[in-house]
């Protein structure tokens, strides 16, 4: 059974960098199945998918976040990270990770496994 769990700060302030990592058990990232991705979902709103990495390394991101965000993984602790840079309010929200044979979808059908989500919350 795959699990995902979310860790990280649970407050960022305005202009630094966000850092989430999810670890992985139950099942490998690198392994031949499709996505690991990051969603997140404001408050008051929809979820919104953030960008993803392959089993095989290689990383797409939501256009309009692709200038702040970057994911990379460590494979030996089955873990995928998410950075976001320069911060606002704005990107205040809960943070999901999920894995999923496709990206980019912002359903919660969309994906075949979730993380139970952390509150991030951007504030002086």
């Known amino acids: 059974q795959v699990q995902l769990q979310e860790s990280g700060p649970g407050l960022v302030k305005p202009s630094q960098t966000l850092s989430l990592t999810c670890t992985v058990s139950g099942g490998s990232i690198t392994a031949d199945y499709g996505y690991w991705s990051w969603i997140r979902q404001p408050p008051g709103k929809g979820l919104e998918w953030m960008g993803a990495?392959?089993?095989?390394?290689?990383?797409v991101y939501r256009p309009s976040l692709k200038s702040r965000t970057s994911i990379f993984r460590n494979t030996s602790k089955n873990q995928f990270t998410l950075q976001l840079r320069s911060v606002t309010p704005e990107d205040t929200a809960v943070y999901y990770c999920a894995g999923g044979r496709y990206y980019n979808g912002e359903r919660r059908e969309d994906y075949d496994y979730w993380g139970q989500g952390t509150q991030v919350t951007v504030s002086s």
């Open positions: 990495i392959r089993y095989s390394g290689n990383t």
